[in-house]
T-cell receptor
């Protein structure tokens, strides 16, 4: 029940296309859903995040769509660029005992072709 | 720059040895998390500390241990190293509950190579 299932495992998109990565969760106690971007050899960096009281959040070319009833959320990268090629992790956060517990998805390796 | 620092950046050692990885959280953050990332793998949660106390344990081997000191920096100790321990080790920190954000910020990682 603590898992976050992420798909696809890898994704190849043409430059200018839309990249879509999906995540699903079971525990309705999760209250924060961030996406992280990781380049090879670097630490994951927060890309965009959403709380369950909002159905969509957009920041530039990146959009999170959140479906609370289906317990799913997705990352959309519009006008994908070669510089977006990276591994993307979704996560779900549980607030407990005065601190936060993070559950990460397994990651999606995105390659954007020039 | 996330504000989380990790040292050393690279570490090369032999099997059977013991190493210590160090992490300094962002200023004001009380929580420190340790993760292991093997080649092309996801983030494996190891352990979490909050204000000096262990709060959660993940898939951390008995050969591994960690602690968080009064100045809030943390150390991850890896002993009796095996080839399979070669990986990137990340530290992350987050603010206390009630802070404006519960975002987890990652350090640049320590790449451990066991020969």
């Amino acid at each position: 029940q603590q898992q976050v299932k992420q798909s696809p495992q890898s994704l190849i998109v043409q430059k200018g296309g839309i990249s879509i990565i999906n995540c699903a969760y079971e525990n309705t106690a999760f209250d924060y859903f961030p996406w992280y971007q990781q380049f090879p050899g670097k630490g994951p960096a927060l890309l965009i995040a959403i709380r369950p009281d909002v159905s969509e959040k957009k920041e530039g070319r990146f959009t999170i769509s959140f479906n609370k009833s289906a317990k799913q959320f997705s990352l959309h990268i519009m006008d994908s660029q070669p510089g977006d090629s990276a591994t993307y992790f979704c996560a779900a956060t549980l607030t407990t005992s005065g601190t936060y517990k993070y559950i990460f998805g397994t990651g999606t390796r995105l390659k954007v072709l020039a | 720059d996330s504000g989380v620092t990790q040292t050393p950046k690279h570490l090369i050692t032999a099997t059977g040895q013991r190493v210590t990885l160090r992490c300094s959280p962002r200023s004001g953050d009380l929580s420190v998390y340790w993760y292991q990332q093997s080649l092309d793998q996801g983030l494996q949660f190891l352990i979490q500390y909050y204000n000096g106390e262990e709060r959660a344990k993940g898939n951390i081997l008995e050969r591994f241990s960690a602690q968080q000191f009064p100045d809030l920096h943390s150390e991850l100790n890896l002993s009796s190293l095996e080839l399979g321990d070669s990986a990137l080790y990340f530290c992350a920190s987050s603010a206390p509950r009630g802070a404006a954000t519960d975002t987890q910020y990652f350090g640049p990682g320590t790449r451990l190579t066991v020969l």
